[in-house]
């Protein structure tokens, strides 16, 4: 059976790298944003200063949309909307799937920094944020997902099939598909950052 949240006092062990996926501008900021952008944003925000301050890897995946897309490569919405910090060792991965892991280096990223557990936030909750977890998990990396720091669109009605699904519903299956080996933690701020 999936887990569900951790409790606060069964707060997760530290885990030695952040992964941002997608935190780019077309998902996040304006019209086209995922609902409820700023809670969002204020959520990675801190655990993006925390991994910082801590001394873990951090890794922003960023995807490489198909022309005509808002996220294709070179528009504004392609852009980061969260500035990296390279003289810290960040990194950008970019990708052309849903998958962080699928034909980029992010494995050997990882590995070569000695990285055995990690927390993944972002967008889009049942997209590139379960694809990534999932075969980080399939790789035998300890997978911490805050549940307030991931996000999705609202799924539109089809007739005959169902009625609008909101997108908290959606994050929230999200997670529960993801099986019993990932830890989904209630609050962000839970999460808890070491070096690797």
């Known amino acids: 059976m999936p887990a569900g949240p951790v409790t606060p006092e069964a707060a997760p062990a530290p885990v030695q790298a952040l992964i941002l996926v997608d935190m780019q501008s077309a998902f996040v900021a304006g019209d086209g944003a995922v609902p409820d952008a700023r809670r969002l944003l204020d959520r990675v925000r801190d655990l993006l200063a925390r991994a910082r301050e801590s001394g873990a890897l951090v890794v922003q995946l960023q995807n490489d949309g198909e022309p005509g897309a808002p996220d294709a490569p070179g528009t504004p919405g392609w852009r980061l909307h969260l500035p990296v910090e390279a003289e810290r060792g960040e990194t950008v991965v970019r990708k ?101």
């Not at 977890?133 to 991931?150: I, K, M, Q, S």
């Not at 539109?156 to 169902?162: F, H, K, M, T, V």
């Not at 009625?163 to 993801?178: K, M």
């Open 96 to 196: 052309t799937v849903d998958d962080g892991f699928e034909e980029t280096g992010l494995e050997e990223l990882l590995r070569e920094a000695g990285v055995a557990d990690l927390a993944i936030c972002g967008v889009m909750s049942e997209m590139c944020v379960s694809a990534t977890a999932r075969t980080a998990l399939e790789l035998g990396f300890r997978v911490v997902l805050p549940h307030d720091a991931h996000a999705t669109y609202d799924i539109p009605a089809a007739e005959g099939i169902s009625d609008l699904v909101p997108a908290a519903v959606a994050s929230r299956v999200a997670e529960w598909a993801l099986g019993d080996e990932v830890e989904i933690v209630a609050r962000a701020r839970d999460v808890r950052f070491t070096k690797p």
